[in-house]
């Protein structure tokens, strides 16, 4: 019987165990290797689906230029408040974006997150 495993140039009871008690702890050994990447991949996505929506790019976008309030936003894309305010509401809960209070004024600026994120898509 050739032992060559054929993912690899390993030995198949290195790579693939066929005893049942090496073959569990391998297992087991390749869940816990693979949770960092699982738990990346759902950051990436949860961010990724944060910016599936053209509104939020360019709140972003704006923020990116310099701080504004909501009013001027809602202006800028033509929508109305409340619909700007749940974008701020699920940028900043994100960690993308941040508020000031300015009396009875919120401002809102980029994060440090917000600019990492944007320059991921940039040249």
Same mark, same amino acid.
């Given at each position: 019987?050739?032992?060559? #495993?054929?993912?690899?140039?390993? !030995?198949?009871?290195?790579?693939?165990?066929?005893? &049942? =008690?090496?073959? +569990?702890?391998?297992? $087991?050994?390749?869940? %816990? &290797?693979?949770?960092? $990447?699982?738990?990346?991949? =759902?950051?990436?996505?949860?961010?990724?689906?944060?910016?599936?929506?053209?509104?939020?790019?360019?709140?972003?976008?704006?923020?990116?230029?310099?701080?504004?309030?909501?009013?001027?936003?809602?202006? %800028?894309?033509?929508?109305?408040?409340?619909?700007?305010? @749940?974008?701020?509401?699920?940028?900043?809960?994100?960690?993308?974006? #941040? %508020?000031? +209070?300015?009396?009875?004024?919120?401002? @809102?600026? $980029?994060?440090?997150?917000? &600019? =990492? !994120?944007?320059?991921?898509?940039?040249?």
């Amino acid at each position: 019987m050739n032992n060559k #495993c054929l993912c690899s140039s390993k !030995t198949a009871e290195i790579c693939c165990p066929s005893d &049942e =008690k090496l073959r +569990k702890k391998w297992l $087991l050994d390749l869940e %816990k &290797e693979h949770d960092p $990447l699982r738990q990346t991949s =759902k950051e990436i996505v949860r961010k990724l689906k944060l910016l599936a929506n053209s509104h939020r790019i360019e709140i972003l976008l704006m923020l990116e230029q310099r701080e504004h309030c909501m009013d001027e936003m809602a202006r %800028k894309l033509k929508t109305q408040k409340s619909a700007v305010s @749940y974008h701020l509401m699920m940028l900043e809960k994100n960690g993308m974006i #941040c %508020k000031i +209070k300015r009396s009875r004024f919120a401002f @809102y600026s $980029l994060s440090q997150e917000g &600019e =990492k !994120t944007l320059s991921l898509f940039r040249d």
